[in-house]
Each structure stands twice: as structure tokens, then as C-alpha cells.
């Protein structure tokens, strides 16, 4: 019997075509990387105009004594936040209807204006309250200038990606002005490139040029505008006076002996944790998750901050260990909701209201901000009965009580889409508009992305309840 042997099949595997990228794709694909650089460049910078106030208080209470008064150091700070929440606002809406192009650049503009009018400013006939107010309206231009940043950075870098100290001896007054006038140059040498940046390919198919459905937007996103919106509250609630006002409690646990190049040596450590705990957060949470990276910063942020307060006095006789809790309280904050705050509320919203959502949640954040200063020194005065120290330990245990109650708000209503493309809610987002009437030819851009019938039973479903 004669045994039929089969020959093995050979299998001829081809070479795969080079793929060649277009001029257009290949500029396209630059751009992208360049606008995710600018816009972290971009917020460093909104940072720092926020930030600087701390030394600068310092030297205002060195210059004019008892004629800078709590108010006054409070109405200058407010002003940049009140700005923010008009920028926040007003260019989420501007760079989801005119582009982000067109957002940043303005927003670039008013940012070097608001700094170089703050550098220069001066009181009528030399008048110190004329000073303090002329600060006042030039903070709150480089306020909506700074609001706008966030709005329009985020927006535009989601998308892409989707796709030292003065030497001693100086005047005090040269000192704040210098510090004013160095916010000018980040600002500055981003402003080539954003005119010559485009808008994103997603952004362009995706824009919703008019007819915005704000009450359907409002309808399906609420809890996460909640979410997003009341933990940002919370956080610059926290941050913001406790950053703002760290110079102030730096001078004040020193003592009166301190020199102003003491202060600012421990200033310049407690401002070193904040680096490490964003760069730890932004390495942790794609791993662990945006949401659980958010909550975990917010809870432990509120535990050291209780711990810190119950025991305020003794650790201010261990000054050093005190700094280092202090700033280890701050980083915690950067590695939860200062890293992700911004982030989710670019990613869970869809591209056609990205930069208004997310200008709604950061403008309320920055309420949060403007309430935070506000109440600050007040609420020393009255929690402390008199006693600076006494007062200054229990706003740390308000402020974490605060922090526990953002990662109460992160973990019930915020959603993780860590591992979700912003094109998949860009589709949800246009199925939910169809079944509710929405006509989609209001959506801007020449190719508008065809929806994915094998989701369509779900919507259908919806759209006959509708009717009913």
C-alpha cells in the first residue's frame, strides 16, 4: 500500500508596502508635537503669574508696612482669579466656535499686555493706593489672559496628542517689578508659533459652527460637569491661599528677625515639591488611572493636611520638617488633582464643547480660587481667636476636610476613559444628538465623520421614548 506523503505548505509572506507620509501629514504630525510642548510651556508660565504673588506680598509688607493691608494684598489676588473666571468662560466659547488658533493667540496677547503693565506700573502722582489698584486692573487683564490659556492649551494639547533669585542688596521695589516684567518672556516666546499653528484634524471635523444644543449638552454631561467643576473648587480652594499666602506664613513663623533672602531661600524649598508631584502624578496615572490617581492625591492631600493642622505649634519648633510637610502637602495636590483636573476635563468631553466644558468646570475652580483668598486671613482671625499660629492650623484642617470631600466628588462623579480615544465619545456624543432631533449638518468641517451603525439599537431605543 503505497503511503501518499502531503508536502508542507509554504507560506510566502510579502513585504509590507513603506508607508509615505504627505507634506500635509507630515506638518500635521510637527505641529501636533509642538502644540503639546507650547501648551505645557504655556500653563508653566500661567504658573508662574500666579505663583509670583507670593514673594511679591513679601516685598509689598517690607515697602509699605502696615499701608499694604490684608485687603488690599486680598483684592490684588482676587483679581487675577476674577479675570480667570471671564477668561475661563469666555474663550471655552470662542475656541470651540472660532478655533483654537484664534483663542491662543488672543489669549498669548492679553497674557504679555496684563504682565508688562504690572512690571510698570505706578500710582497717580506717586500715590500708593493708586499703585495698588492700577496692580489690581492689571492683574485682572492678565487674569483673562491666564483663564483663556488654560482653556485653550488643554483643548488644543488633548487634541494633538490624541492625534533664580536676585542678588542681595537689590531694592525691593526692583525686585517685585523684575518679578512682574519675567512673566512677559514665556508668554512671548510662544507667540511665533501659535501663528503659524493650525487647528487639529479632530477638532476641524468635529466643531459644532452653529445651533450649540446646550440644554442636550447640559442633559447628558451634568454630573460630570458637577464632578469636574466642584472637585476643581476644591482643589483651588486648597492651593491657591495656601500658595498665594505661603510667603506670608514662612515670614511669620520665622519671625521678625528673618531677612527677606531667608524667606525667600525656604520659599524657593517648599515651591521644589511642587515639580515631583506632577511629574509623579502624570507617571502614575496611566497605569493607575486618571480617577484613581485624582482621588488618591485629594485623600492623602486631606490626611497629611489634618495631621499637619492638629499639630501645627510642635511642628513649627522643627521648622525644617515643617517645610517639608508643607511642601510634601502641596505635591500632593500636583499629584492628584493638579495633574488630572485638567486632563479629564479635556479627555470626557466631546470635541464639540471641549474647551466650553471644560471652561465651565475650570471657571468654577477658579471660584474657588477667588472664595479661598478671600476668606483666608478672616479666617485665621477667627478660627485663631487672636492666635496667628492657632488660626493657621485650623485652616489646614478646613482646607483637607475640603480635600476629602474632592475625592469623595472624583470617585462618584467623574468616569475613568483612561483607556478611551476621544474619537469613541466624539461618536457617542453625535448619536446622542441624533436621537434627540439634532440636525448634524451644524457640525463644522468638510468630512463629518460617519456614525457607527452597530450602536445604533441603543440610540433608537431613546429616540422612540422621545417620541412617546
Partial sequence: MDTKIEQPTQVVVLPEEPVHLTDLQKASRVSAIFTVIFSGFALLSDGYQVGVLSLINVCFTKIYGDGFTSEMSTRIGNSLFVGCIIGQISFGFICDRLGRKVGLMITTI???????LCAGAYGAN???EGLFWALTIYRGI????????YTCSSASASEAADEGMPAAGCSYEVIWRTSFAFGVLPPLSVLYFRLKMSNSEIYKKNAIKKRVPYLLIIRRYWKYLVGTGGSWFFYNFISYPLGIFAGTILDEALGSEATFVQIAEWSLLLNCFYLPGSISGALVSDKLGRKKTMATGFLVQGILGIFMGVFYKKLLNIFPLFVVLYGTFMAMGEFGPGDMLGLVSAEIYPTAIRGTAYGW???I???GAFVGTTVFKPAIANLGH?????GQGRVFILGSCLALLGAVFTWFLIPDYSKKALGEEDEDFRRYLVAHGFDLSNFGGEDVPALDEEKAPAYASEKEELKA
Fill in 110 to 116: 492679553l497674557v504679555i499686555l496684563g504682565a508688562a
Fill in 126 to 128: 506717586g500715590s500708593v
Fill in 142 to 149: 492678565l487674569g483673562v489672559g491666564v483663564g483663556g490659556e
Fill in 361 to 363: 468646570s475650570a471657571a
Fill in 365 to 367: 475652580g477658579k471660584l
Fill in 386 to 390: 487672636g492666635d496667628v499660629m492657632l
